[in-house]
């Protein structure tokens, strides 16, 4: 049996980004606060880098 996916919003993952780019917290120690794996953070990273207009809020 497959569990759902968690959702996160679109101000959660724009948080976990600026976490990471602009105070400088590694994607380990971001995952651990956040709950989310580092795989994930660092696809939220790199997609907002591609396009950084579609994370406005």
Do not use: C
């Amino acid at each position: 049996m497959l569990g759902r996916r968690k959702a996160y919003t679109r101000e959660f993952k724009l948080e976990a980004v600026k976490l990471i780019r602009d105070r400088g917290v590694s994607y380990a120690q971001a995952s651990r606060e956040l709950g989310v794996h580092p795989n994930v953070l660092r696809k939220w990273v790199a997609d907002y880098e591609a396009d950084p207009g579609r994370w406005a809020i």
